[in-house]
């Protein structure tokens, strides 16, 4: 057992008298002046709190943790390749670059060849490659770089074999898509306004989509499509492998639910023309076969299907609302549809089931041509391949698997590994089960149990328990090399798959979203009392974790049940359900949340909104909140306010603690480094909070 720990001295935080009346209700926000990151206040507050989280974390123990990730993260990872012609594109990681460095194989047998390695962009390697797409013969690479983890982006060519950049510069790109044309004179790429020609904060809204023709500066780009009628909404835009069409998914904000134009590729004078309008339905773009177009949509299938528009045959768009006449090739199956493209002439496809990817062959007209049998249960980082190509690559890991890519010929179908990987740690030495247990509602909710084999339930065990539940994204069986620190000192690690998330369908999602949210946080709560009735730990011996949705997560748990665990990570939290959408891309979310500006919306969101359901004289559990001062997806200034109102109202002497990163976003792009620094505080708190003594 830990010794007793006297509470710390918290760095003072003032507070202010600020309240505002939602819809006749008021509400204190004593902490505001912490939105502001650039005033004196805030920096000198931060700056006190690092000092405060460093004095409690730093020591050999911390060192040990530090030297063992260091080993554990020090193996090659690549990323899945792009073909393109003869030559393969990808990304490789020797082990502890700070960034991947991308290559260019000219055929299967060759050596790879270095193309761009961004870690000699920055001396702190916080400049991150994050797209990259190849033309059609493979001669031009377009990518885009970030710098400090920041959304934006900025995007380059390069010619693969002189490995020089051309003059070509893309600004203010978030999110963005490139699509090349077939002959390689342009690609389309969709940005945002620059900042200054819209009013402060806009410049995050108002998404188009230009073409870009190579050679010329950004300001002739030429406008293809835009839609002002809605600042929220978000574009993406693909070409057609053939190269005889643009298709454009338009998403408002954060929602699966879309819109989808089409026009001819290269047609300086053709008009997008719509296929389905009104949002009430989600259409990703899978491919394009002759006139035929195919997508994956959730129209009238929770648990999405396969249909084709054969743009031969539909008649001129009529009124507000239209939707395009198609056809089903891939009816709706009892599990999710999550992925599909099309290699070799057929529709590879992608399926969870149980929260699992399974692979499965169709035709293009949809009959089943059997599957491709995947090396354990596991996820899928990718599917790459073209229609003509007779090659598909695909990545693929799980919980103690480690990342390899395989390459499947059509021709022999054999499947083999490209460019494998060879973690430091043996897989048969840990096991994965899955176990299901009910909801507060009588749900039933599935959880991932990871720990070394041998490990009987004793009820002393640390567990580590995950969740995020939200966005319609499914937590999947995914190697994470950190996780090994806590695996072989005897811990174990829960993944549970909550509504609000895709494991399980639209339907899934939707029962975890704006009213419905409170369903995730009883999932999560249910969760914690399975392992707790089982005898995999104690209230003191768990702790839970949550990044961005997930930090609202265990925030809203911590709040509403502060005896539940004796830790808390809570990272990049969206932890102010009443001003989230003032910053930021903030109101993409407002599909997933709702808005306090809604008088029938405000009620729920004040109901478990983390920072005001803070209440003054409870023992919280020792709490490490974290954030990054350029996230610019969360405003870090919710995770501030939430961690000094915390300070400020626990009566226990459990610590709660800040960590706010410096160069360094929401998560992408982050360099190892820093990867490895953030994990080794989380386990360190751990190690040094949770009232159990860890051992193997």
């Not at 500066?217 to 574009?235: A, M, S, T, Y």
């Not at 969870?352 to 059997?370: C, I, K, M, V, Y």
């Amino acid at each position: 057992m830990p010794q007793t720990r006297q509470r710390p001295r918290y760095p003072v935080a003032k507070t202010v008298d600020i309240i505002d009346d939602f819809h006749g209700v008021p509400v204190r926000d004593p902490f505001r002046w912490l939105e502001d990151a650039d005033s004196r206040d805030t920096i000198a507050w931060v700056d006190a709190q690092n000092a405060l989280t460093r004095s409690l974390l730093d020591d050999p123990a911390r060192d040990a943790i530090v030297t063992r990730l260091e080993r554990l993260y020090d193996f090659p990872r690549v990323s899945v390749p792009d073909k393109r012609g003869t030559r393969y594109f990808f990304v490789r990681n020797e082990g502890l670059q700070n960034q991947g460095v991308l290559y260019v194989q000219e055929g299967l047998a060759a050596q790879p060849r270095e193309l761009l390695d961004p870690n000699r962009l920055s001396p702190d390697g916080t400049v991150a490659l994050t797209a990259l797409v190849p033309n059609e013969d493979g001669t031009l690479v377009a990518y885009a770089l970030s710098k400090s983890g920041s959304d934006w982006q900025e995007v380059f060519v390069r010619d693969v074999r002189s490995g020089n950049d051309l003059p070509d510069r893309i600004r203010w790109a978030k999110f963005t898509t490139i699509s090349w044309l077939k002959d390689g004179s342009s690609f389309y790429y969709v940005r945002f306004p620059e900042p200054g020609s819209v009013a402060a904060g806009e410049e995050h809204y108002y998404s188009k989509v230009f073409v870009h023709r190579l050679g010329d500066p950004q300001d002739e780009d030429r406008l293809v499509f835009e839609r002002r009628d809605d600042r929220e909404i978000v574009f993406a835009a693909d070409t057609t492998s053939d190269g005889r069409y643009l298709v454009i998914t338009a998403s408002k904000g954060s929602s699966d639910k879309s819109e989808v134009y089409v026009m001819p590729a290269g047609d300086d004078h053709a008009r997008p023309a719509p296929l389905f309008t009104g949002f009430a339905s989600a259409y990703a773009f899978i491919e394009g076969a002759g006139t035929r177009l195919y997508f994956r949509t959730d129209d009238s299938a929770p648990m999405w299907r396969i249909i084709a528009v054969d743009l031969s045959q539909q008649p001129a768009a009529a009124g507000a609302a239209h939707r395009a006449a198609f056809a089903e090739v891939v009816p709706e199956r009892g599990d999710r549809l999550s992925m599909a493209t099309v290699v070799h002439g057929t529709l590879v496809t992608s399926y969870l089931h149980n929260a699992s990817d399974e692979l499965r062959l169709f035709d293009l007209d949809g009959r089943p041509e059997g599957e491709i049998r995947l090396p354990a249960v596991g996820s899928l980082s990718g599917l790459s391949g073209r229609p003509d190509d007779e090659e598909l690559f695909f990545g693929f890991s799980s919980f103690t698997y480690p990342p390899a890519n395989y390459r499947y010929d059509f021709r022999t179908r054999a499947l083999e590994e490209f460019g494998a990987s060879r973690a430091p740690v043996d897989p048969e030495d840990y096991g994965t089960k899955q176990v299901w247990y009910r909801s507060k509602d009588g749900t039933d909710v599935s959880m991932f149990l990871v720990h070394r084999k041998g490990l009987e339930p004793d009820g002393r065990r640390p567990v580590l328990l995950f969740g995020y539940g939200g966005f319609n994204i499914s937590l999947r069986p995914a190697f994470d090399p950190g996780t090994f620190v806590w695996l072989d000192e005897g811990g174990i690690v829960a993944v549970a798959n909550l509504r609000g998330g895709g494991e399980y369908g639209e339907a899934w999602h939707q029962a975890g979203m704006v009213e419905r949210k409170q369903n995730v946080f009883d999932d999560f709560i249910a969760a914690a009392a399975w392992l707790i009735e089982n005898r995999y730990a104690t209230a003191d011996t768990l702790a839970i974790e949550g990044g961005s949705n997930g930090g609202l997560l265990v925030g809203a748990v911590m709040v509403q049940r502060p005896d539940l665990a004796g830790a808390v990570i809570c990272r990049v939290p969206v932890a102010d359900m009443l001003r989230y959408h003032l910053f930021t891309v903030g109101r993409f979310w407002i599909s997933e949340y709702g808005s306090s500006e809604d008088v029938q919306q405000f009620p729920y969101l004040y109901k478990y909104s983390p920072y005001h359901n803070v209440k003054d004289g409870i023992a919280y559990p020792a709490t490490l909140v974290m954030t990054a001062d350029t996230d610019d997806r969360v405003a870090p200034g919710m995770a501030k306010k939430f961690a000094a109102r915390l300070q400020q109202a626990t009566s226990g002497s459990a610590p709660i603690l800040i960590r706010v990163e410096t160069r360094a976003g929401h998560g992408a792009g982050k360099p190892v480094s820093k990867r490895i620094q953030e994990e080794a505080d989380i386990y360190a708190f751990l190690f040094k909070y949770l009232a159990v003594t860890v051992d193997s």
